[in-house]
Each structure stands twice: as structure tokens, then as C-alpha cells.
């Protein structure tokens, strides 16, 4: 059985290696903005490969981002596609907003800083005036307040500034040290 494992493991491990040697050939680029870069470098993005070796058994794992937020965080138009991107990723930081308020911008700037750095993560942004019941529903007062969403439940929820040191001119350290926490 242990060898029909290290079999399966060294075919699954051929196969990708020789799916990478073929993509760094190519410069496709999802984000137009950046400059151009290797498909090997977005294809760590999207899929990255982890060996354990234990006892002469290769297990390769595999994991699978699916999105990648280069544009930074998503506008999304109401409850619905909330709970549909809450659905389908594990993590989410939804940025809850108005137009006309300026400190929104700044959590804007920060987020797409954020969002670029932490694949992991699904970064989205929605006005609060079309989301009324969920807003209600989170108890969302304070504009700009960021929830944070694990598992499809809302763990946290940073309002304002006051965490970040009751300034405008925050670092981008800061608000990454507060989502962590």
C-alpha cells in the first residue's frame, strides 16, 4: 500500500513539474497595471506546492487560491453577492462604505495595498446605503467599518480609526497588525 502511495505521489509530482516547466515560458499577466512578470510567478500565486517526505512517502499537497485581488478590494452590490463571496472563500474583509466620506478613501488605499499582498484573503468593498438589512443586521453605525468574515461568520469588525491610533495617517503595517489579530 505505502509504495502504491509513493507511486501515485511521484506521477501527481511529474505531472505538475512538467506543467510549471512549461508555464515559465510564458508571460501572461492577469493584473495589466503591473509590469509584465514570468506565468511561473502568478502560478505560485494561484497554486503552491508543499513536500513531505516521512518514513521515503513523498505526500504532495496542494493548495488552491481562487482569486487574486490585484485590482484591490471589489465593489459588490448588495446582501446577496455578500453572502455568496462570504460562501466561497474562507476569509473575507468586506469594507463597508460611503461615497462621500473622505476616510473611506483612505481605508480604499490601504485595502488595495492589502488586498495585493494577501492572496489568501478575499478583500471586497460595499456601499452601506444599498445594503440596509445587513448593515442593521452587523450593527454597522461607524463609516468606514471593515468586518471581518472566517468560515462564513463575522468574527470582528474594526470601526473607524480608533484601533489605528485615532490618525488619518496610519501605516498599512497597522491596519495588517489589527486584521491579524
Not at 452590490?77 to 466561497?88: L, P, Q, T
Not at 484573503?121 to 467599518?145: C, H, N, Q, S, W
Request: glycine fraction near 4%; aromatic fraction near 10%.
Amino acid at each position: 500500500m505505502e509504495q502504491v502511495l509513493y507511486n501515485v505521489a511521484q506521477t501527481v509530482e511529474k505531472q505538475l513539474d512538467n506543467e510549471l516547466e512549461r508555464c515559465v515560458s510564458l508571460t501572461w499577466d492577469p493584473c495589466p497595471k503591473r509590469p509584465s512578470r514570468p506565468a511561473l510567478w502568478w502560478l505560485n500565486l494561484g497554486l503552491l506546492k508543499v513536500r513531505i517526505i516521512e518514513q521515503d512517502l513523498c505526500i504532495i499537497v496542494y493548495f488552491r487560491f481562487m482569486h487574486c485581488d490585484c485590482e484591490g478590494p471589489r465593489t459588490i452590490d448588495g446582501e446577496k453577492e455578500f453572502f455568496a463571496v462570504c460562501g466561497k472563500s474562507d476569509r473575507v474583509v468586506c469594507h463597508f462604505y460611503r461615497g462621500d466620506a473622505p476616510r473611506c478613501r483612505i481605508f480604499d488605499m490601504h485595502l488595495k495595498l492589502l488586498a495585493t499582498k494577501h492572496v489568501e484573503t478575499r478583500f471586497v468593498k460595499m456601499d452601506a446605503e444599498r445594503a440596509p438589512f445587513l448593515t442593521g443586521r452587523l450593527k454597522i453605525r461607524v463609516i468606514p467599518t471593515l468586518a471581518l468574515v472566517t468560515q462564513n461568520k463575522t468574527r470582528d469588525f474594526v470601526v473607524g480609526f480608533t484601533e489605528l491610533g485615532n490618525r488619518d495617517d496610519f501605516s498599512t503595517e497597522t491596519l495588517e497588525w489589527r486584521l491579524a489579530r
